[in-house]
T-cell receptor
Framework: GESVGLHLPTLSVQEGDNSIINCAYS??????FIWYKQESGKGPQFIID?????DKRQGQRVTVLLNKTVKHLSLQIAATQPGDSAVYFC???????????FGKGTMLLVSP | DAGITQSPRHKVTETGTPVTLRCHQT?????MYWYRQDPGHGLRLIHY???????DKGEVSDGYSVSRSKTEDFLLTLESATSSQTSVYFC???????????????FGPGTRLLVL
């Protein structure tokens, strides 16, 4: 089975609802942030990124919000679909480094 | 998977044996990374490379070594495998040119390693 999802915070929504997944990051010096989606048995898949000189960025059905004051990142998914069911990770990159530090992840469950 | 392959995809080995995992990319990206993923820990960086023969340690590098003799290949070696190294290993690549304008990391499909 897929053990990556064990003991993760879980968000359960109905199909068609909007979903909001939150992430508190740790390093006030981080200047680049990414959201990834990971489906069972697959590698993390890039969703959207944002740089620290922005507060908001929109993609197709997704929006990322960055609040540097409280070190908080959120991913909003509009009109959530069953295919959005997955584990979602935020990742941060400190200024001057080319590495990422990942959060523990949130499992999103979408019921029809 | 952005032109990234990992081999093998699954491996079972015994404690004390050496194991080498391979990551191959066709994107000509400069940066390559090795992560491990475990329940409760998320993804953790093992080692990364910023060019041929240029590598650096990550958060959990003990017990692992890497080599990059060609742009397209990044090898991860467990010198003497232990049960604590049972994990799913992911390779990632990035087209980052400098640390100011960062670029996204794209991940491979992963290798499941079981050390008995």
């Amino acid at each position: 089975g897929e053990s990556v999802g064990l003991h993760l915070p879980t968000l359960s929504v109905q199909e068609g609802d909007n979903s909001i997944i939150n992430c508190a990051y740790s390093n006030s010096a981080s200047d680049y942030f990414i959201w990834y989606k990971q489906e069972s048995g697959k590698g993390p898949q890039f969703i959207i990124d944002i740089r620290s000189n922005m507060d908001k960025r929109q993609g197709q059905r997704v929006t990322v919000l960055l609040n540097k004051t409280v070190k908080h990142l959120s991913l909003q998914i509009a009109a959530t679909q069953p295919g959005d069911s997955a584990v979602y990770f935020c990742a941060e990159s400190p200024s001057g480094y080319s590495t990422l530090t990942f959060g523990k992840g949130t499992m999103l469950l979408v019921s029809p | 998977d952005a032109g990234i392959t990992q081999s093998p995809r699954h491996k079972v080995t015994e404690t004390g044996t050496p194991v080498t995992l391979r990551c191959h990319q066709t994107e000509n990206h400069r940066y390559m990374y090795w992560y491990r993923q475990d329940p409760g820990h998320g993804l953790r960086l093992i080692h990364y490379s910023y060019g041929v023969k240029d590598t650096d340690k990550g958060e959990v590098s003990d017990g692992y070594s890497v080599s990059r003799s060609k742009t397209e290949d990044f090898l991860l070696t467990l010198e003497s495998a232990t049960s604590s190294q049972t994990s799913v290993y992911f390779c990632a690549i990035s087209n980052e040119r400098d640390r100011v304008k960062k670029e996204t990391q794209y991940f491979g499909p992963g290798t499941r390693l079981l050390v008995l």
